[in-house]
């Protein structure tokens, strides 16, 4: 119930894990505290259908017509009301009588996923619709009552909660849930209160071109990231977060590309759930499983072969191609690091097995 009062010589390093792949932000509630009291909006003070008369950082409100049980339509006014004769200090209110308000995310590339509100009921018809084409006409507040929780549209859920205070007004809270470009609500004597939106951005998330390599892990679940981003990302200043098992640390500041985070629990199976996310968009994250080494065991790598399969004096630099092999103890893909002469080449995977890769020469190599 949300009703309430205002208040990698030739070294291969093989690190043994394997790596599956995997391919709403809330906003502050509208109390309308800052409305000056007994505010009115209206065709009588030069608004029409459609017109927006609040706007916040993330919603606006739009003022549109009203529609009764017969459907004829009609707009009188929205006011703020301060409340006067309700039990308890709830302060204002915006009060559509004869009228609807539209809500809707003040940004383009945004969805309201959510949009809760409190409400005081004092007669009369009410009007409920949602991206500006679908719209139900109640005669009653029993009419929506008898909805219950349900679908309201497709892929769009209604709940409504009901305040055990009794008497008049009758008071609760309506929840709407789904995709929504805007939702509509009016009402002949109406009053709404604490409108509460969550949203979502329809921008693809960017943390789909984030790599993360898992370094190391202790036996004490201490685990060491290397977190590679693009070179267009764009550094916030407030960092990013990386949770791991469940267990949130951070943030770091995005200068850190190679991040030690736990203690984190250790489990049998070795296995992880590592998810990264902005400080201020928490929705928008990576999220991947690895197998870590945090407790030592038998390393499934055997029978490793590396030899030089041919060597090159015709390009520039120098090259020879080298050829890399060996057995592994496991169904899944492992993820190893090639380090020649001292130098890291890259991360492969045992399906890239024999692996054949072209380098320079970094140190005085014998005939094979």
């Given at each position: 119930?949300?009703?309430?009062?205002?208040?990698?010589?030739?070294?291969?390093?093989?690190?043994?894990?394997?790596?599956?792949?995997?391919?709403?932000?809330?906003?502050?509630?509208?109390?309308?505290?800052?409305?000056?009291?007994?505010?009115?909006?209206?065709?009588?003070?030069?608004?029409?259908?459609?017109?927006?008369?609040?706007?916040?950082?993330?919603?606006?409100?739009?003022?549109d017509s009203f529609?009764?049980?017969?459907?004829?339509?009609?707009?009188?006014?929205?006011?703020?009301?301060?409340?006067?004769?309700?039990?308890?200090?709830?302060?204002?209110?915006?009060?559509?009588?004869?009228?609807?308000?539209?809500?809707?995310?003040?940004?383009?590339?945004?969805?309201?996923?959510?949009?809760?509100?409190?409400?005081?009921?004092y007669?009369?018809?009410?009007?409920?619709?949602?991206?500006?084409?679908?719209?139900?006409i109640?005669?009653?507040?029993?009419?929506?009552?008898?909805?219950?929780?349900?679908?309201?549209?497709?892929?769009?859920?209604?709940?409504?909660?009901?305040?055990?205070?009794?008497?008049?007004?009758?008071?609760?809270?309506?929840?709407?849930?789904?995709?929504?470009?805007?939702?509509?609500?009016?009402?002949?004597?109406?009053?709404?209160?604490?409108?509460?939106p969550?949203?979502?951005?329809?921008?693809?998330?960017r943390?789909?071109?984030?790599?993360?390599?898992?370094?190391?892990?202790?036996?004490?679940?201490?685990?060491?990231?290397?977190?590679?981003?693009?070179?267009?990302?764009?550094?916030?200043?407030?960092?990013?977060?990386?949770?791991?098992?469940?267990?949130?640390?951070?943030?770091?500041?995005?200068?850190?590309?190679?991040?030690?985070?736990?203690?984190?629990?250790?489990?049998?199976?070795?296995?992880y759930?590592?998810?990264?996310?902005?400080?201020?968009?928490?929705?928008?994250?990576?999220?991947?499983?690895?197998?870590?080494?945090?407790?030592?065991?038998?390393?499934p790598?055997?029978?490793?072969?590396?030899?030089?399969?041919?060597?090159?004096?015709?390009?520039?630099?120098?090259?020879?191609?080298?050829?890399?092999?060996?057995?592994?103890?496991?169904?899944?893909?492992?993820?190893?690091?090639?380090?020649?002469g001292?130098?890291?080449?890259?991360?492969?995977?045992?399906?890239?097995?024999?692996?054949?890769?072209?380098?320079?020469?970094?140190?005085?190599?014998?005939?094979?």
């Open positions: 119930m949300n009703l309430r009062p205002k208040t990698v010589t030739l070294l291969l390093t093989f690190l043994c894990w394997t790596a599956f792949a995997l391919a709403q932000n809330p906003v502050d509630c509208l109390d309308f505290e800052d409305l000056p009291a007994d505010e009115r909006f209206g065709p009588e003070f030069g608004q029409k259908p459609g017109d927006t008369i609040l706007i916040y950082s993330d919603l606006s409100v739009t003022i529609f009764y049980s017969n459907g004829t339509g009609d707009l009188l006014s929205v006011s703020v009301f301060t409340g006067e004769g309700l039990p308890g200090d709830y302060g204002q209110l915006l009060f559509p009588s004869n009228a609807s308000l539209t809500f809707r995310p003040t940004h383009d590339e945004a969805l309201l996923s959510s949009l809760c509100f409190d409400f005081f009921y007669g009369g018809s009410i009007n409920l619709g949602v991206n500006g084409k679908q719209q139900l109640f005669e009653n507040l029993n009419d929506l009552l008898d909805l219950g929780n349900s679908e309201l549209f497709p892929n769009v859920e209604l709940s409504i909660d009901l305040a055990a205070t009794g008497g008049f007004p009758i008071q609760g809270t309506v929840c709407v849930k789904g995709d929504l470009e805007s939702l509509t609500i009016g009402g002949q004597e109406f009053a709404l209160d604490n409108v509460c969550e949203t979502r951005s329809t921008e693809p998330c943390w789909d071109a984030v790599t993360v390599t898992p370094v190391s892990c202790s036996g004490e679940g201490i685990i060491n990231l290397k977190v590679d981003f693009p070179s267009d990302w764009p550094r916030q200043d407030e960092g990013y977060y990386a949770m791991v098992e469940g267990k949130t640390f951070g943030p770091f500041p995005y200068a850190d590309t190679l991040i030690e985070v736990g203690p984190v629990p250790i489990n049998d199976a070795d296995l759930e590592v998810i990264l996310f902005d400080s201020n968009e928490s929705d928008c994250r990576f999220r991947d499983f690895f197998r870590l080494p945090c407790v030592n065991r038998p390393c790598v055997t029978e490793i072969e590396a030899y030089i399969d041919e060597c090159s004096v015709t390009t520039d630099p120098l090259s020879s191609e080298i050829v890399v092999n060996f057995d592994h103890n496991s169904d899944l893909a492992l993820k190893f690091l090639l380090e020649i001292g130098l890291v080449r890259d991360t492969f995977s045992t399906d890239q097995l024999p692996l054949r890769i072209r380098v320079p020469f970094v140190i005085p190599l014998e005939a094979p």
